[in-house]
């Protein structure tokens, strides 16, 4: 009898030693959300993976893997020809980051969604707004190249003043 009792006191503490802690056994909660997400994308399956994305954004606000999962947010929004929520998300990004490269190539997206939207002007805002910055010159040309696109395609004879100096830089 007192060996049943010490068994079943020894039992479970020899259970609970073998097991490791989650994190050593295979990837975190976020990794397989974000992994779902990334692989219903792949599969085409865009409603299914915004869900997957907006559940990450949501339980996991501050991971490092934020960026990663509002670009693939994006690029499900343009799959889906929704641009008003792509540039939603565009502009989060460049605030996370407005220095940055990716920020500021978010911020060009922004312009080339709402160029694409038929806002000329706010989008010639964020390419002026590109431009004048210093941090990314690749940025910048990228910026200047999307203002000789909209001199192009407007029906003005000369280009735009904003244009002229943005190229001239």
Sequence with gaps: MIAFFLLLLLLPLSIFSQGET???????DPDILFRVA???????RFFQSIESLR?????????????????????CFLKLDRPEKALEVS??????????????ESYLEAGRLLARMGEIDQAKQIFSSI?????SRAVAEKAALEFSGIDLLSERDEP???GESCREK
Excluded at 55 to 75: I, M
């Design 131 to 135: 431009c004048r910055q210093s941090y």
């Design 38 to 44: 990334e692989e219903a994308y792949k599969d085409r």
């Design 22 to 28: 989650p994190s050593k056994q295979g990837p975190s």
């Design 160 to 162: 735009s003043p904003e």
């Design 91 to 104: 502009l989060d990004l460049y605030k996370m980051e407005p220095t940055g490269e990716s920020g500021l």
């Design 55 to 75: 559940n990450f954004l949501v339980l996991y606000p501050g991971n490092s893997k934020k960026t990663r999962v509002l670009s693939l947010l994006r690029d």
